[in-house]
């Protein structure tokens, strides 16, 4: 697969311009990808998840210029993730979003082609294998994203706490402390299901440390409510152009002859 990414698709409109690097490392297994359904393989062996999320680790909502990111304290295993595809424990470190400028589309991995309005990923690190998320981000087997699709329905009561902290941090580099909020709320009902892969972070560094754990089953949103993501900018208060933060998804990776195993037949 090519190791130099296409440099068209750092340009195209739909795509914020980034500074990333055109040559990732490897660029064999990059992420995000579409999910073949019919092509991904039953694996007996995959466990299912066992998350056991803290509430009173979650620290901070803050805009990186990219999505808004909620923080946990992981100094100690206390808001974990097991089973699974993993063979070790990993801790949550943040979770975050991507999304549109319409309902149409939005997500970073698609199902069959299908693109969802928005998609949540919940980021852990190998905590029984490196003692700090810069160092796991780098290694092979070093974090692991639970994705969780979004799509236009009912309100989501959960997210609502999180959608009213937004405004707060409109701009790029703005943060407000945000506690006892329990990402658990954020998870489809049924975890049993879900499609792995090995992939890479979708935003530099693009590192290929992660093992991507996709949803079948998608929470519901409403449509005001991710309407104050698009309020977000991608921007910090000194800049003269203020530009939404809408279509902070990256482009679809080649899957350069990886399996995509599910646990559900
Ligand atoms: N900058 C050089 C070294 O950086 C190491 C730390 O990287 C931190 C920034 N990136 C991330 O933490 C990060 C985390 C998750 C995802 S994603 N969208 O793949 O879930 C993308 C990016
Ligand atoms: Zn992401």
């Known amino acids: 697969c090519s190791k130099v990414q296409e440099a068209g698709e750092y340009n195209t409109k739909m795509h914020p311009m980034w500074q990333g690097p055109l040559v990732v490392p490897g660029g064999d297994r990059q992420s995000p990808i579409d999910i073949v359904v019919r092509k991904s393989v039953f694996d007996s062996e995959l466990k299912p998840l066992l998350t ?3 509430p009173r680790t979650c620290q901070q909502i803050w805009n990186n210029g990219y999505s808004f990111l909620v ?3 992981d100094t100690a295993d206390k808001s974990t993730l097991e089973g699974g595809p ?3 424990k990993f801790r949550l470190c943040q979770f ?3 999304w549109g400028e319409s309902n149409a589309w939005g997500s970073e991995h698609t ?5 969802f309005p928005a998609e949540l990923h919940l980021v852990h690190w190998n905590s029984n294998k490196y003692s700090l998320f810069e160092e796991a981000v780098m290694e092979e087997n070093g974090l692991a994203v639970i994705g969780v699709f979004l799509k236009v329905g009912k309100r989501h009561e959960g997210l ?5 902290a937004l405004p707060a941090i409109r701009h790029k580099g703005s943060v407000v402390e945000f506690t006892k909020f329990d990402p658990a709320c954020l998870l ?3 975890t049993d299901d879900y499609w792995t892969y090995h992939g890479s972070l979708t935003t530099p560094p693009l590192t290929e440390s992660v093992t991507w754990i996709v949803m079948k089953q998608h929470i519901e949103v409403s449509h005001d409510q991710l309407a104050v993501f698009r309020s977000l900018l991608f921007t910090s208060a000194e800049e003269e152009i203020q530009r939404s933060m809408v279509n902070n998804f990256r482009v679809q990776q080649p899957l350069c002859g990886r399996t995509v195993r ?3 037949s």
Do not use: A, G, I
């Open 71 to 73: 923080e946990y304290d």
């Open 188 to 190: 489809p009902t049924n």
């Open 262 to 264: 599910s646990s559900f």
């Open 111 to 115: 199902l069959d082609r299908r693109l």
């Open 86 to 88: 993993l063979q070790d």
């Open 52 to 54: 056991n999320y803290d």
């Open 160 to 164: 609502q706490k999180l959608v009213d």
């Open 96 to 98: 975050h979003f991507h």
